[in-house]
């Protein structure tokens, strides 16, 4: 099992920008998939991003232009730089990767 943790978590004002990274227990160089979800409260987890090895990155609608996603494989994270945050960015965010491994969440607030 892998073994996932966020962090760059906080909180911004509107149309301020945050990085997370995820680093993983293993080279991430060997996972296929690696991705982002996010939850704000009373709604469901939901994709934000993700990026195959070797392959191109897929984004939500709500965060497409605003949001990238990328693997640092000298660093062993995935990241995700947040652009233009809007409150409705409000959620805990996940790394995901293949095998259906989580980390536990950061939260990110967006709020003046």
């Known amino acids: 099992q892998v073994q996932l943790v966020e962090s760059g978590g906080g909180l911004v004002q509107p149309g301020g920008s945050l990085r997370l990274s995820c680093s993983a227990s293993?080279?991430?160089?060997?996972?296929?998939?690696m991705g982002w979800y996010r939850q704000a409260p009373g709604k469901q987890r939901e994709l934000v991003a993700e990026?195959?090895?070797?392959?191109?990155?897929n984004y939500s609608d709500s965060v497409a232009g605003r949001f990238t996603i990328s693997r640092d494989n000298a660093k062993n994270t995935l990241d995700l730089q947040m652009n233009d945050l809007k409150p409705e960015d409000t959620a805990v965010y996940y790394c995901?990767?293949?095998?259906?491994?989580w980390g536990r969440g950061t939260q990110v607030t967006v709020s003046s």
């Open positions: 293993v080279r991430i160089f060997s996972l296929y998939l």
């Open positions: 990026l195959p090895r070797g392959g191109n990155p």
């Open positions: 995901k990767c293949s095998g259906d491994n």
